[in-house]
DNA sequence: TTCGATGCAAAGCCTTTGCATCCTG
DNA sequence: CAGGATGCAAAGGCTTTGCATCGAA
């Protein structure tokens, strides 16, 4: 049976022998199936809707957590912050110049993502990711 | 013959009719060639040397000078700080999570960064990089 | 009861901006 | 000489840190 991202997630937070608060669970709902690619100033901004007190510190410091836990990733995608997304399978990104909106992109890129042997024995890869550049469709027409 | 990228540049900066000022020539020298992915800091700091009263500003507004002109490259690799490079030809990186340093990577990865025809009937790429994470050889050792 | 988590405020970086002055073309 | 470029300082935005207090286990 399928169970939620949020309650998945409190597991794991409990067999780590970490704390499940309310501030937790309320990022982590709003984290749940969220494909928006949101900034820590945007899930705070939510989560403060349904939890008035919550810090921005508490925000970092969940968001720290859950990527060590390797249960949220961190996109380096947006020269300006970063974004985080909760779908940690592989897959890639295109986020639009003009509007900033990153959209998830499947696909089978998998020859792409291997180093070259000269390279490889200089560098272990223990990840890759590709990110588009470009504009969205509502964008393109004023570019 | 060859022409040396600062020199360029130069003749570039003439024909769009912006200045050719010395800080500009200290800064474009020592991107010639460069291979480290220089932040700005790093830049500004290297080109006091020969420059004792350049400032980060002038560094920051030439920097964007030129990433305008397309002749350098901005990279978003390195979650704290921009980072730039003076190749603007079709190639990859590749960033060691212990130390940050980052590599050049490049083979034949080109061909196959197309998005998947579902997205690009909604975002039109007009650019793509790939970014490898992982460790040198120097530092995967101590990991 | 314990020790990690929270909230708040301050501090730290990176980057941008405003403005008077300078200097290339 | 005109307009773009520079230098300086201040401000802005994102992120981290210190510390007293709180609360989950």
Redesign the interface.
Known sequence: MNTRYADRIVGKLRTEGLKVTPQRIAILNFLDGNRSHPSVDEIHREVLRAFPTISLATVYNTLETLEKMGVIR?L????TR?RFDPDTSLHHH?R??RCGTI?D???D?G???R??DD?S?????????????????EC?TYC
């Not at 024995?121 to 469709?137: D, K």
């Open positions: 961190a380096c995608i947006d020269p970063k295109a639009c110049d959209r992109v499947w696909g890129l020859p792409t993502l180093l070259p390279v024995r200089e560098f272990v890869a223990e990840g890759a990711s590709v990110s588009f550049r470009g504009h969205c469709r393109v």
